[in-house]
Nanobody, 121 residues
C-alpha cells in the first residue's frame, strides 16, 4: 500500500501565500518524481509543477514565478509554495508520485486525496 497525504490548504485572501505539503508513505522502493496538479470546480485537472528525485523542476508556463515546488528526499515530501494568490487559484490541489512499488514491475502513479485551496476576501 502506498499513501500520499496532502496538507496546508485553506482559505486565503487575495495576495496572500500558502504552502502545501505532500508526504508519501508505504511499501515503495523509490520515487522517480512528484508533482502537483489542481482542479477547479467544473474544470479539468491541470498540471502545475513537477520535481524529480534529482531536484529538477518544471512548471506550467502560466504558473512560473508564483509557484515554487521543492522536495525533501529524506522525508519523501514535496511542497508547493504559492505566492500572490488570486481567486482563480481556487481549486483542489492534488499531489502525484511516480514510484516503484515492492513486488510490482516498473513505475506507477499514485495520487493523494487533494487539499482545498480557496482564495477569497
Amino acid at each position: 500500500q502506498v499513501q500520499l497525504v496532502e496538507s496546508g490548504g485553506g482559505l486565503v485572501q487575495p495576495g496572500g501565500s500558502l504552502r502545501l505539503s505532500c508526504t508519501v508513505s508505504g511499501s515503495f522502493t523509490s520515487i522517480y518524481n512528484m508533482a502537483w496538479y489542481r482542479q477547479a470546480l467544473g474544470q479539468q485537472r491541470e498540471w502545475v509543477a513537477t520535481i524529480t528525485k534529482g531536484g529538477s523542476t518544471s512548471y506550467t508556463e502560466s504558473m512560473k514565478g508564483r509557484f515554487t515546488i521543492s522536495g525533501d528526499n529524506a522525508k519523501n515530501t514535496v511542497t508547493l509554495q504559492i505566492e500572490s494568490l488570486k481567486p482563480e487559484d481556487t481549486a483542489i490541489y492534488y499531489c502525484k508520485a511516480l514510484l516503484a512499488v515492492e513486488g510490482l514491475p516498473g513505475m506507477m502513479n499514485y495520487w493523494g486525496q487533494g487539499t482545498q485551496v480557496t482564495v477569497s476576501s
